[in-house]
Nanobody, 122 residues
Framework: QVQLAESGGGLVQAGDSLRLSCAASGRTFGSHAMGWFRQAPGKERGFVVGITWSGGSTCYLDSVKGRFTISRDNAKKTAYLQMNSLKPEDTAKYYC???????????????WGPGTQVTVSS
C-alpha cells in the first residue's frame, strides 16, 4: 500500500510555472503507475497526465501537451508535475493517485492525497 501527499501549488499569473510534487510513503511506490488529476469547483475530477512505474512512458491530456511534464524519482518516492505556460483554465485542485497506466478514469486510481490548489490569474 502507498500513501500520497501533494505539494507545490500556489497562486500564479498566466504564463508562470509551478512544479508539483507527490511524495509517497510505503515500500511499493516504485511498483505503481501514477497519475495526476485535477478538479475545479463544481466539476468532476479529470485526468491530466500519467506515467508508468519505470517512468518510461507517459500520456497527457491534449490541452496540457507541450506545457506540462510528468516525471518520477523512485529512489526518492516522489512524482513531479512541471507546469509551464499556465493558463487560467488550469486552475483546480491537483491530486496524484496510484493506478493503471493508460486509464483516465479516477475510479481506477486510489491512494489519493489531499490535493494541492493551483490558481492561475489572468
Amino acid at each position: 500500500q502507498v500513501q500520497l501527499a501533494e505539494s507545490g501549488g500556489g497562486l500564479v499569473q498566466a504564463g508562470d510555472s509551478l512544479r508539483l510534487s507527490c511524495a509517497a510513503s510505503g515500500r511499493t511506490f516504485g511498483s505503481h503507475a501514477m497519475g495526476w488529476f485535477r478538479q475545479a469547483p463544481g466539476k468532476e475530477r479529470g485526468f491530466v497526465v500519467g506515467i508508468t512505474w519505470s517512468g518510461g512512458s507517459t500520456c497527457y491530456l491534449d490541452s496540457v501537451k507541450g506545457r506540462f511534464t510528468i516525471s518520477r524519482d523512485n529512489a526518492k518516492k516522489t512524482a513531479y508535475l512541471q507546469m509551464n505556460s499556465l493558463k487560467p483554465e488550469d486552475t483546480a485542485k491537483y491530486y496524484c493517485g496510484a493506478g493503471p497506466f493508460g486509464s483516465r478514469r479516477p475510479s481506477d486510481f486510489g491512494s489519493w492525497g489531499p490535493g494541492t490548489q493551483v490558481t492561475v490569474s489572468s
